[in-house]
């Protein structure tokens, strides 16, 4: 994806946390709309003018991976 304008990480960071506060809560909209405002302010207040870097998180993945893999090791499975 490259650098995104700082903008468009605002946004997308919005519209994902509406998705998940609307599958996951009991929020009106009105409400997920309120906590979707909060967040993007604080974070344009925070981090504005910053560098920001977001791993992909692989070594959690890799953990969660062999930690499955060890879990269904019976002997007879190698």
């Known amino acids: 994806m490259g650098a995104a304008k700082y903008n468009e990480l ?5 519209k994902s946390v509406c998705v998940v506060l609307s599958a996951e809560s009991t929020l ?3 409400e ?3 906590v ?3 967040v993007q302010t604080r974070l344009a207040s925070v981090w504005a003018n910053n560098w920001v870097y977001i791993p992909k ?5 890799n953990l969660l ?3 499955q893999i060890f879990a ?3 002997g ?3």
């Open 10 to 14: 605002l946004d997308y960071l919005a």
């Open 28 to 30: 009106s909209q009105e």
């Open 32 to 34: 997920v709309q309120r």
């Open 36 to 38: 979707v405002e909060g």
């Open 57 to 61: 998180q692989m070594h959690c993945r």
């Open 65 to 67: 991976r062999y930690q």
């Open 72 to 74: 269904d090791f019976d």
């Open 76 to 78: 007879s499975n190698h």
